[in-house]
Nanobody
Framework: QVMLVESGGGLVAAGGSLRLSCVAS????????RTWYRQAPGKRRELVAG???????KYADSVKGRFTISRDNANSVVYLDMDNLKAEDTAAYYC???????????????WGQGTQVTVSA
């Protein structure tokens, strides 16, 4: 049973933009904290952005001012708009859901399968 499905990744030139989407199944609607993590080859998974059930947003310093997280509660979708992309943003991006927001990945109960973002220099 699929709980979270990401889409929107791809190949983009540096300075370009992408929008990632994460659709949640109705069965996990109560898990209101949604986050985007990323993991590049050989590196640890890091939190990129998060949004609480009340709409409070959190961002890693490396993406502040460039990435925007938002949600469409009616359709259980969370978006990550990524602008001014850099080569160092290249990674697999994962959506996660939990009951409360935390910077700790272990907090999250559900994870998507990931979508690859590749930024060419």
């Amino acid at each position: 049973q699929v709980m979270l499905v990401e889409s929107g990744g791809g190949l983009v030139a540096a300075g370009g933009s992408l929008r990632l989407s994460c659709v949640a199944s109705a069965s996990i609607a109560s898990f209101q904290a949604r986050t985007w993590y990323r993991q590049a080859p050989g590196k640890r998974r890091e939190l990129v952005a998060g949004i609480t059930g009340g709409g409070i947003t959190k961002y890693a310093d490396s993406v502040k001012g460039r990435f925007t997280i938002s949600r469409d509660n009616a359709n259980s979708v969370v978006y990550l708009d990524m602008d001014n992309l850099k080569a160092e943003d290249t990674a697999a991006y994962y959506c996660a859901a939990g009951r409360t927001f935390s910077w700790d990945a272990l907090t999250y109960n559900y994870w998507g399968q990931g979508t690859q973002v590749t930024v060419s220099a």
